[in-house]
């Protein structure tokens, strides 16, 4: 359990391992260089700040892996950023995830299609596994861009739903956000400005989106939106 306090950690293999639950209810973690970041059968981030640098999978989940609170940040070379063998529920906080180019990616969930009911969520990668139906929030699959681009999503009547700058390429992404409305319409721009001073790994939570150019327009009519990319079932180990 990691209740507070900050840890800085640089790691050979894992950079916090668990057995059995390895639970953050709070404090600072930093993960500057490891193989893996968290690892246990059970992980579960209820509040806290995690920024994770790794080469594999940033969180491994063995049978179930739960975000309901904090800022999570994590960027792996060549794995996943999320990855559970399990399940993957998702309820609140900000998560900002880059993975691996395929087969590997942001999200990777293998034996369900991940849950998410809250928060706001961002992943990027070669692919990632395909939110679900069912859940409670809209999630939209955008397309590739380069680092240093930018992405947009506003409403009809142009108010900015969301706003993000990449910080690295990447083929695909999820994003998953409150705010978007049921057989509302939206428009997807790229390569415009964002003003705004809440910046969270190049999220804007107060950022208000100006130019650039039309991508995409699409529907909330389902709770998966396609808007440019693809999601699907993912395998991975352990």
Do not use: R, W
Not at 186 to 212: C, K, L, P, Q, R
């Amino acid at each position: 359990f990691v209740e507070g306090g900050t840890l800085t950690l640089v790691a050979v293999k894992d950079g916090i391992n668990a057995n059995d639950t390895l639970m953050v209810d709070g404090g600072e973690i930093v993960i500057a260089d490891a193989y893996e970041g968290l690892e246990g059968t059970f992980v579960i981030v209820n509040e806290g700040s995690l920024d994770i640098t790794v080469s594999d999978d940033a969180i491994n989940a063995a049978a179930d892996l739960q975000v309901n609170g904090g800022m999570l940040y994590a960027i792996c070379t060549t794995g996943d950023a999320l990855d559970s063998n399990g399940s993957m529920e998702l309820t609140g906080g900000v998560v900002v995830v880059h993975g691996g180019e395929m087969p590997e990616g942001g999200l990777d969930c293998d034996q369900s299609a991940i849950s998410i009911t809250g928060g706001t969520i961002i992943a990027t990668g070669g692919t990632n596994s395909s939110p679900s139906e069912d859940n409670s929030q809209y999630s939209i699959l955008l397309g590739s861009a380069n680092a240093g681009s930018s992405v947009g999503i506003l409403d009809e009547a142009g108010n900015t739903v969301f706003a993000f700058a990449s910080e690295i390429s990447y083929t695909n992404m999820v994003v998953s956000i409150a705010g978007i409305e049921a057989d509302a319409t939206y428009t997807v721009y790229t390569d415009g400005t964002i003003s705004g001073s809440d910046n969270f790994h190049g999220f804007y939570a107060d950022g208000v989106y100006e130019g650039g150019t039309e991508s995409q327009t699409f529907t909330a009519d389902s709770m998966v939106i396609s808007a440019g990319g693809t999601a699907g079932m993912m395998g991975g180990g352990f």
